[in-house]
C-alpha cells in the first residue's frame, strides 16, 4: 500500500512536501502562529527558513519509512500555500490513519480544509483503509466544525489526555469514519 504523493481535488493540489518548499511554508507559519500555538504542539516556536525546509526536505524520508506524512495544500491554478494536511499516525496493521490538518489564516473560511480533508479520505478508503480519524482538542470547535461538516462520527471525549502548549490539561475529541459513503462531499 503506497501513500498518496498527489491528490487533486476541485480547487486543491494536496502534495507531498519537497526540497525548496520551506520559504513558502516558513511565512505561512509566521503569518499564522498566533492561530497555530493554541492548537498543534509543534507550534511553541517561529521557526526558522532553515527549519522549516529541513522539514520539507526531510518529508521524502518520513513518507519513505511509514511513521507519519504530509501534505501541502496548494492552490491548484497558482500554486501558492494554503495550509497542510497529512496523517500524523499511521496504524498499518489495521490500516488507520489519523488526519491532521492546519490552515494559513489568510485562507480560512473558505472551506479549503474540509474539502482536502475529504479528497484525503477518499484517497486512503480507496487503497485500503479500514478506519480514519480525525483528533481534536475539545476547545478547538473550528476543528471539530471539519469532522462534523463531512460526517465524521463523534465516538469519544478522551478526558484529560494532552497538555496544550500552554501547559493546560485537555480533552481529545475522537472522530471517526469507517467508509467514504459514511461522508459527505463538501461541494466547492
Ligand atoms: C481548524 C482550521 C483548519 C479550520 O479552518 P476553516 O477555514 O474553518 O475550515 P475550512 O477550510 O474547512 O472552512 C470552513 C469554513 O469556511 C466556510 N466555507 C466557505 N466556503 C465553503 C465551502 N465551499 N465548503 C465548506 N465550507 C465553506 C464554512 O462555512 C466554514 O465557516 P464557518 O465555520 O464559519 O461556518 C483552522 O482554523 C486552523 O488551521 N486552525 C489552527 C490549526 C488547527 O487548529 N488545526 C487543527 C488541529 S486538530
Redesign the pocket.
Known amino acids: 500500500m503506497r501513500l498518496p504523493e498527489e491528490i487533486v481535488t476541485p480547487r486543491l493540489l494536496l502534495r507531498r512536501p519537497r526540497a525548496g518548499d520551506g520559504a513558502m511554508i516558513n511565512q505561512a507559519v509566521h503569518e499564522?502562529f498566533a492561530?497555530?500555538s493554541p492548537?498543534?504542539q509543534w507550534a511553541t516556536t517561529l521557526p526558522t527558513t532553515e527549519q522549516s525546509e529541513a522539514f520539507a526536505r526531510d518529508g521524502a524520508v518520513r513518507y519513505n519509512n511509514g511513521s507519519s506524512a504530509e501534505l501541502l495544500i496548494l492552490h491548484r491554478e497558482t500554486g501558492s500555500f494554503v495550509?497542510a494536511t497529512g496523517m500524523p499516525r499511521i496504524d498499518w496493521d489495521l490500516p488507520g490513519f489519523e488526519i491532521?490538518?492546519?490552515?494559513r489564516t489568510g485562507?480560512?473560511?473558505?472551506?479549503?480544509?474540509?474539502?482536502s480533508t475529504w479528497w484525503l479520505a477518499k484517497a486512503l478508503f480507496a487503497l485500503g483503509a479500514k478506519r480514519v480519524e480525525?483528533?481534536?482538542?475539545d476547545l478547538?470547535r473550528?476543528?471539530w466544525?471539519?469532522a462534523e461538516?463531512l460526517g465524521f462520527t463523534f465516538t469519544t471525549l478522551q478526558k484529560g489526555d494532552l497538555i496544550a502548549n500552554d501547559g493546560s490539561l485537555r480533552d481529545t475529541r475522537v472522530y471517526v469514519a469507517l467508509s467514504l459513503a459514511q461522508l459527505k462531499q463538501?461541494?466547492?
Open positions: 499564522s492561530e497555530l492548537w498543534m495550509g491532521g490538518y492546519w490552515c485562507e480560512t473560511g473558505k472551506g479549503y480544509v474540509s474539502e480525525i483528533r481534536v482538542d478547538n473550528r476543528s466544525r471539519v461538516r463538501p461541494s466547492p
